[in-house]
C-alpha cells in the first residue's frame, strides 16, 4: 500500500458554522433565562455538544512542506499535502510529518576497505519523505531508520572498494580516494534502494570524510610518497634518456665529432648523472684532447 489523498473541507466555512452553532446555543440560553422553556435548554446542551465533538475538532492547519495522515480508528484514510486551513472528520486522528529536506552527518566509521587496511570514512546525506504511508506505517521509526540503513551502506561501500590504487593494483580499478563523483553515485543508489520502503527519497549522497585509521597512517603516508617517488623519478629517467638519444643522433647528423662505442658509452653516462641528478653538479672540464 501506498500513500492516497483523503478529502478535506473548508477550514473557515466549518469555523463559520462553528461559530453560529455557538451564537444559537447562547441566544437560547438567554432566552430561557428563567428555564419556563426546557427544549431550549436542551436545544443549546445539543449544539454546543455538536460544536465541541464534530466541528471544532475537525479544524485543522497544514504548513507549507509539511503533511498530515489521517488514521480513522486504526485505519490509514489518506494524506493531506495541500497547504491551509481545513476540516476534516473530527474522528480522525491526524499525525503531523515533515517534507523538508534535511541533512544527516554520519558519524565516523572505522571499517576495512577491500584490501584489509583500517581507514575512517564518514558521509553527509541529504533526504526527504516522498511516501508519507511508507514513513509511518511500513518502519518503526523512519528516522531512525534512515540514521541505521545510511551507516549500513557507508560500511558496505568501504568494503567493496580499497582507499586508493598502487601500482600493483591497476590503474582502472575504482578508489573510494580518486572515484569521489562515481563513489557518491553508487553510495546514493544503494541508499536510495535501501531507504524505498521507509517512504524516503535521498537527494543526494557524498562522503564528507575519508582517511587512514591512525595507526597506519604514517606507513601509507610514507608508501604514497615512495609511489610518489618513484613515479617522478620514471619520468626524469624517462626525458633524460630522450635528451641524450636526441643529442648523439644531432652530432651524428651535423659530423661535428666522431665518436667510438667507448666514448658514446662515456657521454651517455656523463649526461644521465647530469640530467637524472637532485642537486647541481660540477662538471670538469676537459682541456686537453678528446682521447688525453
Known sequence: MSEKVTKVYNGFLMLAVGLILLAAAIVLFILNADGSDAWMTILAVVLIIADSILVF?????????????????????GTVRQNGFFWANPFFIKKKISLRARNLSGQKLKVNDKIGNPIEIAAVIVWKVNDTFKAFFDVDNYEQYVIIQSEASVRHLAQSYPYDSFEDMGQEQLTLRSSTDKISQMLEAELQERLDRAGVHVIEARLSHLAYAPEIAEAMLRRQQASAVVAARSQIVHGAVSMVEMALNQLADKHLVELDEERKAVMVSNLLVVLCSESSTTPVINAGTLYQ
Open 57 to 77: 475538532p475537525g479544524l485543522f492547519i497544514v504548513n507549507p512542506n509539511e503533511a498530515k495522515v489521517m488514521v480513522l480508528f486504526g485505519k490509514y484514510a
